[in-house]
């Protein structure tokens, strides 16, 4: 019987339904280490899927108390290493992985191992991480992590196997993750300005999986890409009403922006900004790599980028990190580091357009040996739409 309700809208019912029971079953129905655990995992569940971070936050809170009464448990370790790892904390979660019990040589452990080593730039060892996890256990999940790993490296048609062998994985009930996979799809596409294929990615992801704000997200950055600005700005209001998280409020910022509408585009920069500014203020490191691109290129303040650059990069030394750190260089006038920082992110195979971009014009600022414009021509070939609206993720 059709309900009129969205495939997102049953499943979060189905989690509150499911922390109901457990609330009210009496303490004899289960063991109590079993009920805490199941608990706080579907706290757990709900969080990650509205994406509400204030959420996760408490969350975590939940998780510690249940870590304090039945010690370090392996499944709440690794789903405290994943909430760590959702706030960029990777010192911690390489800590989470050694405590939890019978944790760090698991099959979990070791994608998240990998995940860590993808983050520190060490992407030799996160793809060889993968690769033994996946002969052991070839879900789809640790075929979509080996995929992103290829389309970081540029080996996009290995990259897009990957995501094809993923959706294989699924079974008929996945379809949230069958969506999610569709839309990695998508973003290929759209990264390389194959707008159609990359919008048919988007609605298989919507058929599969009706209502999901993620799927709205994607197709909200495609329609500004291109340079739909009217239907752009009303999908991301509709997400931002669901869910205002800052980075989505910025987007919205750069589209009026986009459109020569720059009081509205101020009044999105500023809550965007002042909720990041709250997050880093009260402790998280979660925003700092979306400071460094608001300075970088919303306010174009080179001194306060390379701050909030400089601080990202104490936490995760990357190339993604090395190249925002030697734009927000180039955006101070730092261009002698500025192409040492990029040279540096390059060394690693990272292949995208932006990337390019990025070189192409530290090398033009830097340097008059010609590199610049052979990087805004490797950007270009990548993606012709390279220089149209797009999302820091």
Not at 5 to 28: C, F, N, S
Request: glycine share 8%; net charge negative; proline share 2%.
């Amino acid at each position: 019987m059709n309900t009129g309700k969205t495939d997102y809208q049953v499943e979060l019912e189905r989690i509150d339904e499911a922390m109901a029971r457990i609330a009210g079953e009496p303490i004899a129905v289960s063991l109590g280490s079993e009920r805490e655990t199941k608990y706080v995992y579907l706290l757990y569940q709900h969080a990650s899927l509205t994406g509400n971070l204030e959420e996760l936050e408490d969350v975590e809170g939940v998780l510690n108390d249940a870590i304090r009464k039945i010690g370090p448990a392996g499944d709440l370790y690794f789903l405290k290493a994943n909430l760590d790892f959702k706030f960029h904390r990777l010192a911690d979660v390489r800590q989470d992985l050694e405590i939890g019990r019978d944790l760090r040589n698991s099959l979990l452990g070791r994608a998240l191992l990998a995940d860590l080593d993808f983050q520190e730039g060490k992407y030799d060892a996160a793809r060889q991480g993968y690769e033994t996890t996946i002969l052991d256990n070839p879900t789809w999940d640790n075929l979509a992590r080996l995929g992103y790993l290829k389309y970081t490296l540029g080996d996009f048609a290995g990259a897009e196997q990957c995501y094809i062998d993923a959706e294989n994985e699924l079974t008929a009930k996945e379809l949230r993750h069958y969506a999610w996979v569709q839309l990695q799809r998508g973003v290929l596409d759209l990264r390389s300005g194959q707008w159609e294929h990359a919008r048919a990615h988007y609605r298989l992801a919507e058929r599969a999986y009706s209502g999901y704000w993620l799927v709205d997200e994607h197709v909200a950055e495609l329609l500004g890409a291109q340079g739909k600005y009217d239907e752009a700005v009303a999908l991301y209001e509709s997400v931002v009403e669901r869910l205002p998280r800052p980075e989505f409020q910025q987007a919205l910022g750069e589209l009026y922006q986009a459109m020569g509408q720059s009081d509205s585009a101020e009044i999105w920069n500023q809550r965007a900004l002042a909720a990041y500014l709250k997050s880093a203020e009260s402790g998280g490191v979660h925003y700092y790599h979306h400071l460094t691109d608001f300075y970088s290129d919303v306010r174009e303040d080179g001194t306060e980028a390379v701050r909030w650059a400089r601080k990202d990069i104490a936490l995760r030394r990357n190339p993604s990190t090395l190249a925002e750190l030697a734009w927000a260089l180039y955006r101070a006038g730092q261009f002698t580091e500025a192409l040492d920082a990029i040279e540096q992110s390059l060394s690693s195979g990272a292949t995208d357009a932006q990337l390019f971009y990025k070189a192409g014009m530290i090398h033009l600022a830097a340097t008059q040996n010609g590199i610049g414009k052979e990087y805004l021509r490797k950007a270009a070939e990548l993606n012709p739409h390279y220089q149209s609206f797009h999302v820091h993720r």
